[in-house]
């Protein structure tokens, strides 16, 4: 099955500071979500995208589909952008079932 | 839209008791669901897949008999654990796929329960 990786596994920032995530795949997919769950667990929906970039506020993402990885980038961090990242990867010769990443973990600091 | 609801939010049960937890899209019509187990500062891991009128499909190592599923409608899927003991206490987390003209298949999750067997 497919292999999702994602760095770094922890992350501590300063408010205000920017952040690079990365998940590396180890097999063409036409399905990549990243996402954040909370402090109360719920998944919150940040991008659907398979490839290309895409950004939305202060988030923004990147698929290199033939490189195959993604990168999340979050600007001027917040204490509320604290909480775990997911990456993850669908493939629909797989039945569209998803692989998700080991996480990042994020703690912005006031 | 794309809203997708989880009831109960948690349950505290007791050693051999039966426990159901729901899971809704509130917005759309969703025939394929996905059932995810949590542990602890763990990643999500599938459980299975629910087919709307069809049995579920399980990954390796999950119990089907444990782990009862069934998805009765389009907006609707159960999962129901079966004399529930306390390895099973676990955040569970339910998902729905929205097709999009067949070419974006976007996953929306629910707010998950927490599962706690004593």
């Known amino acids: 099955g497919i292999q999702v990786e994602q760095s770094p596994p922890d992350l501590i920032l300063q408010e205000g500071a920017n952040s690079t995530l990365r998940c590396n795949f180890s097999?063409?997919?036409?399905?990549l979500q990243w996402f954040h769950q909370n402090p109360w667990g719920q998944l919150i929906n940040l991008f659907y995208?398979?490839?290309g970039t895409k950004q939305n506020g202060r988030l923004s993402a990147t698929t290199v589909a033939t490189e195959r990885y993604s990168l999340l980038y979050i600007s001027s961090s917040q204490t509320t952008d604290s909480g775990v990242y997911f990456c993850?990867?669908?493939?629909?010769?797989?039945?569209?079932?998803?692989?998700f990443g080991p996480g990042t973990r994020l703690s912005v600091l006031p | 839209g794309a809203v997708v609801s989880q009831h109960p939010s948690w349950v505290i049960c007791k050693s051999g008791t039966s426990v159901k937890i729901e899971c809704r899209s509130l917005?759309?019509?969703?025939?394929?669901m996905f059932w995810y187990r949590q542990f602890p500062k763990k990643s999500l891991m599938l459980m299975a897949t629910s087919n709307e009128g069809s049995k579920a499909t399980y990954e390796q190592g999950v119990e089907k008999d444990k782990f009862l599923i069934n998805h009765a409608s389009l907006t609707l899927s159960t999962l129901t654990v079966t004399s529930a003991h306390p390895e099973d206490s676990s955040f569970y987390i339910c998902?729905?796929?929205?097709?999009?003209?067949?070419?974006?298949?976007?996953?929306?999750f629910g707010p998950g329960t927490r599962l706690t067997v004593l």
């Open positions: 993850a990867v669908g493939l629909r010769n797989y039945g569209q079932n998803f692989v």
């Open positions: 995208i398979p490839s």
């Open positions: 917005d759309f019509q969703a025939t394929t």
């Open positions: 097999d063409s997919v036409n399905n």
């Open positions: 998902s729905a796929r929205r097709p999009w003209r067949e070419v974006r298949d976007e996953q929306f």
